[in-house]
């Protein structure tokens, strides 16, 4: 049985459950990359105040 990837499928933001800022508290972020430096952070970029970020998964 093959598992799912989880650096794929964990934590993703959609538009009911946008992810917040911690430098500006905007929620007009992107998520950059599933993975971070481990497999349980993501990259994130805000388009409020341009500062990427990463979020615990």
Same mark, same amino acid.
């Given at each position: ?9 964990? #934590? ?8 917040? /800022?911690?430098? =500006? $508290? ?5 998520? @950059?990359?599933?993975? #971070? ?8 970029? /805000?388009?409020? =105040? $341009? ?5 615990? @998964?």
């Amino acid at each position: 049985m093959r598992r799912p990837d989880p650096s794929v499928t964990t #934590g993703e933001a959609d538009e009911s459950n946008p992810v917040e /800022c911690p430098y =500006c $508290g905007s929620t007009e972020t992107e998520r @950059e990359h599933p993975k #971070g430096p481990s497999l349980c952070r993501s990259m994130h970029f /805000c388009h409020g =105040c $341009g500062q990427p970020f990463e979020r615990m @998964e």
